[in-house]
């Protein structure tokens, strides 16, 4: 079955500082990669997709196959990145997300 | 554009009653709705899978007969809750999808279900 792994629940950063969430999957076939994010009472969002190839809010995010990987990338995070960040599959063709556990990032001033 | 709401964003019932929580997409035809559970801190679980005018699927480990889901129309999906007992308490929220060509899911803010 596919899963979707992120092995931090919290990371904490000072602003400037890099910061890496990571995301780890089990999947056979081609999977699409997603990194959802919420902030502070709001709802969950996408922010980005393997697929686009493209940097959202200075976040980044590239597909490695071999590690089946997904890291989720900033070189300077702000403290407004602070959020719950989720990294999602979708197999084959189909919509169904599957979700990892989420990692909460606090950006500390 | 791609905006979803859901109503109500709480509510709190006894034990026993059904409750129904809606869930609409405002400004674009959603092709598939999704219905998902969130414990406290903890990831959001798939529940099932709701397609205009056809039966929900169901993940597994749901019961289809307690969770029960209507999409009647484009714009709308509904769960309702059945016999709703204290470990049916939890946040519900519901996604809609313009379509596969997408693969884009528009969540929405989510509805708090306390059962007393």
Known sequence: ??????PEKLLSVFKGAPVELKCNYS????????????YSRQRLQLLLRHISRESIKGFTADLNKGETSFHLKKPFAQEEDSAM?????TQGGSEKLVFGKGTKLTVNP | GAVVSQHPSWVICKSGTSVKIECRS??????????????PKQSLMLMATSNEGSKATYEQGVEKDKFLINHASLTLSTLTVTSAHPEDSSFYICSASKGAGYNEQFFGPGTRLTVL
């Open chain 2, 26 to 39: 405002l400004d674009f035809q959603a092709t598939t709705m999704f219905w998902y559970r969130q414990f």
């Open chain 1, 27 to 38: 999947y056979s076939g081609s999977p699409e990669l997603f990194w959802y994010v919420q």
């Open chain 1, 85 to 89: 960040y989720y990294c999602a599959l």
């Open chain 1, 1 to 6: 079955a596919q899963r979707v792994t992120q």
